[in-house]
Each structure stands twice: as C-alpha cells, then as structure tokens.
C-alpha cells in the first residue's frame, strides 16, 4: 500500500490495513478484548477500533448503538486466551448470552411479521410511508435529455 509509511514496510502484512479499512462496514455486533500492555492494544489503536467498526451503510450501527463493545484486561498482554482462560470465557460467555436475547427478539419480531396476511406483509406500511414517502404510481417520469 503506497499510502503507508516507508518505515512500517519493512514489517507489512497487507490484510492488517485492509481488515481496518473493511471495519466500517461489519454488520455483526463485535466484543473486542484487549490485554492493557499489548503492543497492538494502545489507547489510540483502541479508539481507532471502536471509533470506526461497523458504521458505514450496512454495518452493525457501531458502538453508538452497542452492537460494538470492548474489554481491556488490566496487566495483561496479547494472548489473553492463554493468560486470563477462565475471566476470558466469563467475558465472552455473558456478551454471548446478551447477544442471544437480542437474537431470540428479532426472531420473535420476524415470527409475528410471518403470521401477517401476505397482502400486508407485501404492501408498503404507513412506516414506509411516514419516511420515505408514498410509492410512485403509474409510469416513470421521461428523461429531459
């Protein structure tokens, strides 16, 4: 990548910067851990990671909307798996659980929005209406050109 820095090339893997690029748009909600004297773990790096993952058109809505979330594991490094097994399991074992909840409530929602009748299921709600406006009718507009 010629945008990097001549000196980070000496040590360059091209799917570390291209991975970061391709946050914004991650649509699963994320629970990152980080271990507090990981060379890859600075607050920056940190920020950098929660500012940007999942907050383009298509992703998961970002931290603003908790679907991003991070823990930080005070005196610990990088191999947190290894260093910290049981708190690690702990961590993810309750993100995991509350991210079920979410899971069995959109599919309760779709399960409802199912036993509709399949005209209304196919027509534009009043919700659709209130925010993008009725449906156009009859034949589009001609071109001017």
């Not at 907050?55 to 490094?77: N, P």
């Amino acid at each position: 990548d010629p945008k990097l820095n001549a000196d980070s090339k000496a040590f360059y893997r091209p799917e570390i910067p291209s991975t970061f690029h391709r946050l914004k748009y991650l649509r699963p909600s994320v629970l990152y851990l980080f271990g507090e004297q990981s060379q890859t773990s600075t607050p920056r790096l940190i920020a950098q990671r929660m500012e940007r993952t999942g907050i383009a058109t298509g992703g998961s809505g970002g931290a603003a909307t908790g679907r991003v979330q991070e823990l930080t594991f005070k005196g610990r490094g990088h191999l947190l798996p290894m260093e910290v097994v049981d708190e690690v399991a702990t961590a993810i074992g309750s993100w995991t659980a509350k991210e079920l909840q979410i899971w069995q409530r959109k599919q309760r929602e779709y399960e409802e929005w199912t036993k509709l009748p399949l005209r209304e299921r196919q027509e534009v709600s009043e919700e659709w209406k209130k925010r993008i406006g009725e449906p156009m009718r009859g034949p589009p507009p001609k071109p001017k050109i």
